[in-house]
């Protein structure tokens, strides 16, 4: 009787309707996937006067069907329907809502993306053509995302069935590796930085360490402000110090270097050491090691004296706590040294990165009202004090220490980019009151030409110095927001443009784009027109190793599938994926330190810079510690 109802794959193909329907459901993904979206002009001899037929004309221009690559893939994706039809099939499953709903927006973003990438413009908000060209390339790539999704839940649902099984017996040299998983992990992750460290000595500086130096040191025009957080310009300064004293500026520097590498090194081995400890299985926490010690990015910013280094590493070990502290509030054992590690690690990272504590906060305050009504009154007190002393060192320091507050026009960054891109589109259209409105807070004139759709700065570092007054910025904001009423498909393009690098799988930008921010961000650079006050400077014996290290990360970026870990969009939707695990099996305490890692995220959307990897670093740092959480709770179960 079981053999009756089992769905097998030659069942599959007893319907040659379905058969066609699955084979062009592949070549209809492939072709979304390859879709050109600069689209050649049509010469007058192929234009007709209908225009069904110049529309076919048109898309038969942006389509590269003869490349054997795209030949390949939709071969490949008709194969993954099959499979997945198949799996559909064999469980009786029905479609899954909410799979379905991430998948469109993930094609839609992606779409989105591509088209400000490519076009500067929503090619499919502009006509008929646009609308049902657009309609068809989200339904692609949407039906990809849902296949993905669909078997990525698969895969963690194996990995948590792996975590109780009992492994194979390990060979010799397995059980000496796994017995000491967390020093074997720190030797090969700090081994594998070593090369970036030494030839690089003292470290790799752009403009923001010279900042920081200059406001720790009250030189160069610099003075005492939390735009940089003012914590880490002191360790940094601090350590610059004992440089200038052993009468080597190269020295205090590379000290600085050596002491957080190894801090970040420590944080990372102990989330290996974690992995393991879970029961995951050896390719999960092993690859994790791998991950850390040879993509070339964390090498690179191992090399780095910017704060982002320590933020990162920082965060990582808070959300390692974060899944420590949910695996332990289910099992009902908590532990007082796992909140201290979670409070410091909160306290730390936010200090050295301001926009930290938009999750750190909002993920603590989640926890202390789940902790109340246990009434784990003295755990609660800890987490208090870990956003107590966060706010209460920046408010000791900005109001009795002298030091300045950072700009909140940061966080303006993309009404600003709006305002910008309607004055550049619509300039005939604005009226005088609303020009008015907009040159109190900005130099209305230079708008159009100062608008660069994927970096900010421009347009923010005049708002400063031109406003009039506090009142302007009220009925600057107030004029904004009537204007998104007129002029919708500017602002929706703005922020798109401003934004996609973080969601939409997009080429990388040149490596000067975003104010040399783009991409992975390798800095190779000691010296700046910042610099001009330090004798810091590389030595020639280490200019081979740099140029190799150089060119091995710029190879990486180019690699097939390894690229993916420069890819933001990569983390992005893979914590998404693992967010609808957790979601789809109503385990909604797993969802915390995701959510936290999604707050990381939507600040850097929000951020003056698109597709800045050194923004996106410490959600991209922080996702293979999610991991912690795919773990099945057997311990209740054996009590």
Same mark, same amino acid.
């Given at each position: ?334 532990? /007082?040294?796992? &909140?201290?590690? @979670?409070?410091?690690?909160? #306290?730390? +990272? ?7 504590? !938009? *999750? ?120 904004? /927001?009537?204007? &998104?009423?007129? @002029?919708?498909?500017?602002? #929706?393009? +703005? ?7 973080? !969601? *939409? ?120 510690? /999610? ?13």
């Amino acid at each position: 009787m079981e053999m009756k109802n089992q769905c097998t794959v030659k069942q599959i193909f007893t319907s040659p309707m379905k058969t066609v329907l699955m084979g062009l459901g592949g070549i209809f993904i492939g072709t979304a996937c390859s879709f050109r979206y600069i689209l050649p002009d049509l010469i007058e001899d192929e234009t007709t006067q209908n225009s069904l037929a110049n529309a076919m004309i048109k898309l038969s221009k942006s389509l590269d069907g003869y490349q054997v690559e795209w030949i390949m893939l939709s071969l490949f994706f008709f194969a993954c329907i099959v499979i997945t039809s198949y799996e559909h099939r064999r469980k009786k499953e029905n479609i899954r809502p909410v799979l379905c709903l991430l998948s469109v927006v993930f094609g839609l973003l992606n779409v989105s993306g591509l088209a400000m990438y490519y076009l500067d413009s929503l090619f499919f908000l502009k006509d008929y053509y646009g609308v049902v060209v657009g309609s068809l390339l989200i339904i692609g790539w949407s039906n990809l995302f849902y296949m993905l999704g669909y078997w990525a839940d698969h895969l963690w649902e194996y990995i948590e069935e792996c975590a109780v099984r009992s492994d194979r017996p390990a060979r010799a040299f397995e059980k000496v590796l796994t017995r000491h998983i967390g020093l074997a992990a720190f030797c090969v992750i700090f081994l594998a930085w070593l090369p970036w460290i030494v030839t690089y000595y003292p470290a790799s500086m752009d403009w923001d360490v010279y900042r920081q130096l200059n406001s720790f040191l009250g030189i160069n025009g610099g003075f005492a402000s939390n735009h940089d957080p003012w914590f880490s310009s002191c360790v940094l300064g601090i350590f610059y110090k004992i440089g200038v004293r052993l009468h080597s500026e190269n020295i205090g520097v590379f000290l600085y270097v050596l002491t957080r590498d190894t801090i970040m090194a420590a944080i990372f081995s102990y989330l290996v050491y974690n992995l393991k400890k879970r029961n995951l299985p050896k390719g999960i926490y092993l690859s994790v090691m791998v991950f850390f010690a040879v993509t070339p990015v964390w090498g690179a910013y191992a090399k780095h004296a910017f704060k982002d280094t320590f933020g990162l590493a920082w965060f990582c070990l808070f959300i390692i706590m974060a899944a420590i502290l949910v695996l332990d509030i289910n099992k009902r054992r908590l532990e /007082l040294k796992h &909140f201290l590690l @979670y409070s410091v690690a909160g #306290v730390m +990272a936010s200090l050295f990165r301001n926009n930290l504590i !938009y *999750a750190v906060a909002p993920l603590t305050i989640m926890f202390m009202v789940i902790l109340l009504r246990r009434a784990y009154w003295r755990y609660c007190l800890i987490l208090l004090g870990c956003l107590g002393i966060y706010f209460g060192y920046n408010h000791y320091i900005m109001n009795y220490g002298g030091v300045a507050a950072g700009s909140k026009v940061e966080a303006l960054s993309i009404p600003l980019q709006q305002t910008a891109r309607t004055v550049r589109d619509y300039s005939d259209k604005i009226s005088d009151k609303e020009k008015t409105v907009i040159d109190q807070v900005m130099e209305y004139d230079s708008l159009a030409e100062k608008y660069n759709p994927i970096l900010s700065d421009p347009i923010k570092d005049q708002i400063m110095g031109h406003i009039k007054d506090e009142s302007s910025k009220s009925e600057y904001l107030k004029t904004w /927001l009537r204007m &998104f009423a007129k @002029y919708p498909k500017s602002y #929706v393009e +703005a922020a798109v443009a401003q934004s996609y690098g973080y !969601y *939409a799988f997009t080429p990388e930008f040149p490596y000067w784009a975003g104010n040399y921010n783009s991409g992975m961000t390798i800095f190779n650079w000691i010296r700046t027109a910042n610099g001009e006050n330090y004798t810091f400077h590389y030595h020639d014996w280490g200019q081979t190793g740099r140029e190799v290290l150089h060119a091995w990360a710029r190879l990486w970026d180019v690699l097939p599938v390894l690229n993916l870990t420069d890819h933001c969009a990569y983390y992005t939707w893979s914590i998404v994926l693992l967010g609808y695990f957790f979601l789809r099996r109503k385990r909604y305490l797993e969802l915390l330190p995701i959510m936290a890692v999604l707050l990381v995220i939507l600040s850097c959307i929000a951020s003056p810079v698109n597709d800045c990897f050194r923004y996106f670093a410490p959600a991209a740092v922080s996702s293979p510690a /999610l991991m912690i959480l795919l773990r099945k709770n057997t311990e209740n179960q054996e009590e």
